[in-house]
C-alpha cells in the first residue's frame, strides 16, 4: 500500500468510525423485553424480574420505593380490570429483599378507593409487610409540576412519587375504549390529580408529556389474565383470557411494544406507544426489541 492509498483509507476509516460506534452503542443497549409464564404467579413475577437484571438493579439499600399497579377499579381479581394481587406481592417482596426502606403502594381510582383496594384484594394481599404502605390517596399531596410538553404544560401530579428514590410501573395488560389497551404508558394517570379527563382530548400526546417526565425505573405488566373488550372497567368474565404471563422491561415503549401482541395487535395500532416511541423514550419495533423467555 503506497502513501496516498494509505492515507485515503485512514480518512474512510475515521470518518466511518462514528457510525460504526453509534452501531455498536446500539447493539450493546438493545432494549431487552423478559417474558414469564406459569402458573405460580409469585414465581413468573420473580423470574422476569430477574431476567432484566433482578430488583438490586434498581433499588438500592436505604431507598423508599413506589410500586404503582392499577387498582382504579370496584373488581375482583376474576375480571382482569386491576393488576392482580399476587404479582404486586411478589413486586414488594423484591423491592424488601433488595434492601428497599419503604415501599408504598396506591392508586388515584377512577371507583370509590375504599372499594376498590378491597376489591383488587392488593391491600389484603400486603396487609402486615414491615415496611410497606398501601394507602389510599391524599389529595392534599398533589403538586403542580412543570411539565413544558407538547400538550401539558402542567399538571398536579402525586408527591408520594416525586420524591421516591424508584418508581416501578405495574399495570395490567387490558383493553380500553378510547386508548385501544391500556399498558404501563397509561398506567401513569394514577399519580395525577386534577381533572384527569381533560387529557382525553389529546391523550397520546399528554401520555408522552407525563412518561417524559415521570420515568419507569422498571415496567412490569401482568399479562396473568388479561382484559379483551369492555375495558377499562370489564364486568364480563367472558371478555377475560388467562395467558399466565408476566413481562418485564427497563424499556416502558418496548414492554407495552410487546404486550400488545398478546392482543393480535401491533404496537402501531396504539397511538399512545408511537407518540412515546416518537418522543424518543424507548423502541417500539418489535424487530429491535430483544425477547427472552424467562
Known amino acids: ?18 457510525a460504526l460506534i453509534k452501531e455498536a ?6 432494549s431487552l423485553v423478559a417474558v414469564a409464564e406459569g402458573g405460580d404467579y409469585a414465581a413468573i413475577t420473580r423470574k422476569a424480574i430477574n431476567a432484566v437484571g433482578g430488583m438490586k438493579r434498581f433499588v ?16 375482583s381479581v376474576r375480571f382482569a380490570a386491576n393488576t392482580h394481587p399476587l404479582v404486586v406481592r411478589a413486586v414488594v417482596e423484591e423491592c424488601l429483599a433488595a434492601g428497599a426502606k419503604k ?3 396506591f392508586d388515584n381510582t377512577c371507583n370509590d378507593p375504599r372499594r376498590c383496594y378491597v376489591s383488587s384484594g392488593i391491600e389484603a394481599a400486603l396487609k402486615g409487610m414491615k415496611g410497606v404502605e ?8 398533589f403538586r403542580k409540576v412543570a411539565l ?50 381533560y387529557i382525553h382530548r ?3 400526546t399528554a401520555l408522552a408529556d407525563l412518561n417524559a417526565h415521570v420515568k419507569s425505573h422498571l415496567t412490569v405488566i401482568d399479562a396473568t389474565r388479561i382484559l379483551t373488550a369492555h375495558g377499562p372497567q370489564g364486568g364480563n368474565i367472558a371478555d377475560v383470557r388467562v395467558l399466565n404471563k408476566v413481562i418485564a422491561s427497563t424499556d416502558i415503549v418496548a414492554a407495552d411494544a410487546y404486550a400488545t401482541t398478546l392482543f393480535g395487535m401491533k404496537p402501531a395500532d ?17 424487530d429491535k426489541i430483544r425477547v427472552v423467555r424467562a
Request: hydrophobic residues 45%.
Open 1 to 18: 500500500m503506497n502513501r496516498r492509498t494509505f492515507i485515503k483509507a485512514t480518512g474512510t476509516a475515521i470518518l466511518l468510525a462514528p
Open 25 to 30: 452503542l446500539a447493539a450493546r443497549e438493545q
Open 60 to 75: 438500592k439499600l436505604g431507598d423508599v420505593v413506589v410500586v404503582k399497579p392499577n387498582m382504579g377499579w370496584d373488581r
Open 103 to 105: 415501599v408504598k403502594v
Open 134 to 141: 398501601c394507602k389510599h390517596i391524599e389529595t392534599e399531596r
Open 148 to 197: 413544558n410538553g407538547a400538550f401539558l404544560q402542567e399538571w398536579e401530579l402525586y408527591d408520594e412519587v416525586l420524591l421516591a428514590d424508584v418508581y416501578i410501573n405495574v399495570p395490567v395488560a387490558k383493553h380500553h375504549g378510547l386508548s385501544k389497551l391500556t399498558l404501563g404508558l397509561k398506567n401513569i394517570m394514577g399519580i395525577m390529580g386534577g381533572n384527569r379527563g
Open 202 to 204: 389529546n391523550l397520546d
Open 270 to 286: 396504539i397511538p399512545v406507544t408511537v407518540a412515546a416511541y416518537k418522543r424518543g423514550l424507548g423502541e417500539m419495533n418489535l
